[in-house]
T-cell receptor, first 112, second 112 residues
Framework: KAGVTQTPRYLIKTRGQQVTLSCSPI?????VSWYQQTPGQGLQFLFE???????NKGNFPGRFSGRQFSNSRSEMNVSTLELGDSALYLC???????????FGQGTRLTVV | DQQVKQNSPSLSVQEGRISILNCDYT??????FLWYKKYPAEGPTFLIS?????DKNEDGRFTVFLNKSAKHLSLHIVPSQPGDSAVYFC???????????FGTGTRLTIIP
């Protein structure tokens, strides 16, 4: 089985721009979650999608949004980028409801 | 509020000895507790988990202990091997969702 695939791996954007990150989950997994990792805040939950519906949302501003398609692939979008959005963005897919998630390698976003 | 806490940012252990990583939580509604291992530039990898109704789970060299009254869990690795050097994250989920709440991580270094 192929693992969780995130694209692109690296991204450099300018303040004020927007960005879209993509995630392909493990085949058969219907839940896709997104996390932000920064040195200061650790791993923070952004949101979770299940069967194309947002099921959970973390404490991030509305500039952060996401969606899930019928094939379970997911995208997250960040608008009006700020320097503080520089982070590793991780996507995880799961199927069991026990927290055992499979993570992708992440997208390293740098905002300059 | 930090619902899952790892108070030791780093730990060094000699090869062959036992490594003990600790984690405290505040939310008594958590249903599952998990440990993830992370290498640089990679996503976290699931290591071991424990249900809130159990007090111990073992998988090879890894054992997780849960003390619900103290809201504390620990991961024991024995014997420790050089390949165990990584950042270890404690995480928890509530019933019926896939939202992982992570601790801030402990960097484990195994000294040959």
């Amino acid at each position: 089985k192929a693992g969780v695939t995130q694209t692109p791996r690296y991204l450099i954007k300018t303040r004020g721009q927007q960005v879209t990150l993509s995630c392909s989950p493990i085949s058969g997994h219907r839940s896709v979650s997104w996390y932000q990792q920064t040195p200061g805040q650790g791993l923070q939950f952004l949101f979770e999608y299940f069967s194309e519906t947002q099921r959970n949302k973390g404490n991030f501003p509305g500039r952060f949004s996401g969606r899930q398609f019928s094939n379970s692939r997911s995208e997250m979008n960040v608008s009006t980028l700020e320097l503080g959005d520089s982070a590793l963005y991780l996507c995880a897919s799961s199927s069991t409801g026990t927290g055992r998630a499979f993570f992708g390698q992440g997208t390293r976003l740098t905002v300059v | 509020d930090q619902q899952v806490k790892q108070n030791s940012p780093s730990l060094s252990v000699q090869e062959g000895r036992i490594s003990i990583l600790n984690c405290d939580y505040t939310n008594s509604m958590f249903d599952y507790f998990l440990w993830y291992k992370k290498y640089p530039a990679e996503g976290p990898t699931f290591l071991i988990s424990i249900s809130s109704i159990k007090d111990k789970n073992e998988d090879g060299r890894f054992t997780v202990f849960l003390n619900k009254s103290a809201k504390h869990l620990s991961l024991h690795i024995v014997p420790s091997q050089p390949g165990d050097s990584a950042v270890y994250f404690c995480a928890a989920i509530g019933f019926g969702n896939e939202k992982l709440t992570f601790g801030t991580g402990t960097r484990l270094t195994i000294i040959p």
